[in-house]
């Protein structure tokens, strides 16, 4: 069987910051190969990617995680039906039950309607569908009721793009579930990285203009935060996504979304203190027919010495080694591979990889994907 | 018997079998349902199908580079401003590698050695976001899974080899045993099913035990050497 899978490695310098900081507001960190480097969560980078989409896909093809359920789809059976307006709660509760959903009262507020107990994943189109329901159900008039497989059936149906990437739970209904098409490794620094302080004070403006005061600060304080390269990694399973979508083209354009919103976005801990957005250094996308294989074994030595002179350069060179040797030693060839750097520090990667620009690549792998899609129907 | 062989290796690693809502624990080793779950996924099988055949393997595990805990701590937070989640905690064994042994009939294993070449799933150590650093399948052999415990080299990384001098190591292994063996232990570890709707796991017999390897970096001290000349 033709599997398609698309591997992307990421080289990204980040200067001072604290993208991602744990309970104690220290940027996150783990050993690797002996040596505390910078981390920065899986979870945190697909949070950020998620929300990046907003700007590349039409909202139809997105979804909602959110514990207002209730209060969503009463809205959306409003607009289809403004007649419904006043029992709009109360159906939509009644749908969402049928659908295997279960609801509690929403925490602090007593007003509010009802609340899933955890986040729920909808997309747009199963929230129209499910409201869809409700308005012909609420129509047939008489006492209402809302068929149980049908709004099950809705719920599970039209999965938008990024539940379809990155997966949904449903505790209640597991037939609910959705497995992600998306593995996202946390983001490592390839180089030892030590968290450091800043010790700020804050003047108080109207203190300081009283000449009867000392000149003392109105505030001190520290915030803690590191500066790393890092090297990012990702995997998308085609197959999966194009199984849970149930579209050659919702899959084709997901995955170019990935591509775009993964390697262009950023967490946005303490953007506002450190203004640390940044691109990545160098981008290779492969596309592999057998198995993801992430590179972060090219790191697992920290770069010391006088590599760190020139940290994207050897960073590159490294991860240009180790995949040829990885791909050598596993007979592992990828079906086809693209890079992107800027600047000639990034060159090493053309070994790897044809160099072109990132919108050129991003669509190459769509349109090889969709390719290979088509091939195996 | 054929015995598979496995490196599970990568940054971060995590195998809990007594995790409970937010506190999500790792044990300092892989378990059983991890590995049987990694060879499930290889093979595609959805969640809800029988691994049945899987659990008849007998496992061990070698603790070639013991790596460290570290703590994880995150947030949720929904896009409607709605109250945030309750903030959890998550365990990663940092910096690990082991060796799997999986023994069982040869052609399951020709089979699982196949499906991890070219895995339908990705692969994961314990969880999602812990891929593997390079691939897991060492290769497959004759033998038992102790007998390939105490005979596969040291798979531990070059700068943790570096660090011991001596001729031979002696690494930590975890091995499958018959029920009521001295010594042995009981770990909620043995999956029956991993169907999400009644995910169900029975008592594992495990028997832990040191081995010796060899260390391919033992170097014999001659400090003359540094002096060069005639010798």
């Not at chain 1, 139809?60 to 039906?81: F, H, K, N, P, W």
Request: contains cysteine; aromatic residues 6%; glycine residues 8%.
């Amino acid at each position: 069987m033709s599997r398609t899978i698309v591997d992307i490695h990421i080289i990204q310098t980040v200067p001072p910051s604290n993208i991602n900081r744990d309970d104690t507001g220290s940027p996150k960190t783990a050993v690797y190969g002996g040596t505390r480097r910078a981390r920065v969560s899986s979870q945190a980078w697909k949070r950020s990617t998620r929300d990046a989409f907003d700007s590349m896909l039409d909202t139809s093809e997105l979804g909602v995680r959110t514990r207002r359920v209730v209060e969503l789809l009463a809205d959306e059976i409003t607009r289809q039906d403004s007649g419904l307006k006043d029992q709009a709660g109360k159906l939509a509760k009644a749908t969402l039950e049928a659908a295997g959903i279960k609801l509690k009262a929403a925490r602090k507020k007593d007003e509010a309607p009802d609340e899933s107990g955890y986040l729920l994943f909808l997309s747009h189109a199963q929230v129209a569908g499910l409201a869809e329901l409700a308005v012909s159900a609420a129509a047939a008039g008489g006492t209402v009721t809302i068929d149980k497989k049908e709004a099950k059936a809705r719920a599970d149906q039209k999965q938008s793009v990024d539940i379809a990437l990155f997966g949904r739970m449903v505790a209640d209904d597991t037939e609910l579930n959705v497995d992600a098409a998306v593995q996202v490794a946390h983001a490592l620094s390839v180089h030892e990285a030590s968290n450091e302080y800043d010790y700020y004070t804050a003047v108080d403006d109207h203190k300081r203009a009283d000449s009867e005061e000392d000149a003392g600060a109105g505030m001190i304080g520290t915030v803690e935060f590191n500066s790393a390269t890092l090297y990012r990694y990702a995997t998308v399973n085609v197959d999966r996504l194009r199984d849970t979508l149930g579209s050659d083209d919702a899959a084709r354009r997901a995955v170019e979304a990935f591509a775009r919103a993964f390697v262009t976005s950023m967490p946005s801990g303490k953007q506002n203190t450190f203004a640390n957005r940044t691109l990545p250094d160098a981008v290779l996308v492969v596309v592999r027919d057998t198995q993801p294989i992430s590179f972060v074994g090219a790191f697992e030595e920290a770069l010391r010495g006088r590599e760190q002179d020139s940290r994207i350069a050897a960073s590159a060179r490294r991860l240009a080694d180790y995949g040829k040797e990885v791909q050598d030693t596993y007979d592992q060839r990828p079906v086809a591979a693209w890079c992107v750097g800027v600047g000639d520090r990034a060159a090493a990667l053309t070994e790897l990889g044809e160099r072109t620009t990132f919108d050129v690549a991003t669509k190459a792998v769509g349109a090889l994907v969709a390719e290979r899609m088509a091939g195996r129907a | 018997m054929s015995v598979l062989l496995l490196r599970l290796a990568g940054p971060l690693q995590s195998w809990g079998t007594s995790s409970r809502f937010t506190r999500r624990n790792t044990d300092r080793a892989p378990s059983k349902s991890g590995v049987i779950g990694l060879l499930a996924a290889a093979e595609g099988r959805a969640r809800n199908e029988s691994i049945d055949d899987l659990t008849m393997l007998r496992i061990g595990v070698r603790i070639d580079q013991p790596g460290q805990v570290e703590r994880d701590f995150q947030t949720a937070r929904p896009v409607d401003g709605s109250a945030p989640l309750p903030l959890s905690y998550r365990f990663y064994l940092a910096d690990a590698v082991f060796l799997v042994a999986v023994e069982g009939a040869h052609d399951l294993l020709e089979r699982l050695a196949s499906a991890l070449r070219t895995p339908v799933f990705p692969l994961y150590l314990g969880r999602r976001s812990c891929p593997p650093a390079g691939p897991v399948l060492l290769g497959m052999r004759e033998g038992t899974a102790g007998e390939l415990l105490r005979e596969t080299p040291w798979q531990a990384s070059g700068w943790f080899r570096r660090r011991h001098s001596d001729a031979t190591v002696s690494l930590e292994t975890v091995t499958d045993c018959p029920p009521g063996t001295p010594g042995s232990v009981l770990v909620r570890d043995e999956p029956v099913s991993f169907d999400p709707r009644h995910r169900q796991y029975e008592w594992r017999s495990v028997l832990r035990a040191p081995v010796t390897v060899g260390n391919p970096d033992h170097r014999v001290h001659d400090p003359m050497e540094l002096l060069g000349g005639d010798g």
